[in-house]
C-alpha cells in the first residue's frame, strides 16, 4: 500500500518532489546539478556528456506536483506567480502525480503557455498522454 506523504504546506509538498525527481534521475544514470537558492526559473538540470572539446549542456527542470483531481485526472499549475514559463527560461517541466505516483516529463513548449495542465495517468491517448514517465527525453540524443 502507497503511503499519502503529509505536508504543512506547498513548498514543503514542492520540496519533496524535487527530491524523489532528483533520486529518478540519478536511477535513470542522469547527471543532476542544482542552482543555489530560490531564484532560478527551474529546481534542477540535467547534465548532458559533452564529446572532447565541447562543453556539457543543461537540461532547465521545473518540477512540479499535484493531487488535485479533475475529472478523469489531475490539475498541475505550471505557472510562476500565475506567469507562464518560457522556452528561454526552461527545457522542461516533470509533473508528479502523488496519489498515482507517476511522472510526467514534459517540453516547455508543448505546454503553449498554459498555466494549468490536466494530466491523465496510464491514459497515452491524451493530450500530455506522450510525456508520461518520457525520462527518455532527458538523455542525449545518440
Known amino acids: ?78 505557472d510562476s506567480n500565475g506567469i507562464a514559463y518560457h522556452p528561454d527560461q526552461l527545457d522542461f517541466i516533470a509533473a508528479y502525480i502523488i496519489t498515482a505516483a507517476v511522472w510526467f516529463i514534459i517540453p516547455v513548449h508543448a505546454t503553449h503557455g498554459q498555466l494549468e495542465l490536466l494530466l491523465t495517468p496510464h491514459r497515452r491517448d491524451t493530450k500530455y498522454g506522450e510525456y508520461q514517465e518520457a525520462w527518455h527525453l532527458l538523455r542525449p540524443a545518440e
Open 1 to 78: 500500500m502507497t503511503r499519502k506523504p503529509a505536508f504543512a504546506h506547498y513548498k514543503q509538498q514542492g520540496e519533496w518532489a524535487e527530491l524523489l525527481f532528483m533520486a529518478r534521475a540519478a536511477e535513470q544514470g542522469l547527471v543532476i546539478a542544482r542552482p543555489w537558492g530560490d531564484s532560478s526559473p527551474y529546481d534542477v538540470a540535467i547534465v548532458s556528456q559533452a564529446k572532447p572539446g565541447e562543453r556539457p549542456g543543461l537540461l532547465r527542470i521545473q518540477v512540479k506536483s499535484t493531487r488535485c483531481r479533475h475529472h478523469n485526472g489531475y490539475k498541475c499549475h505550471v
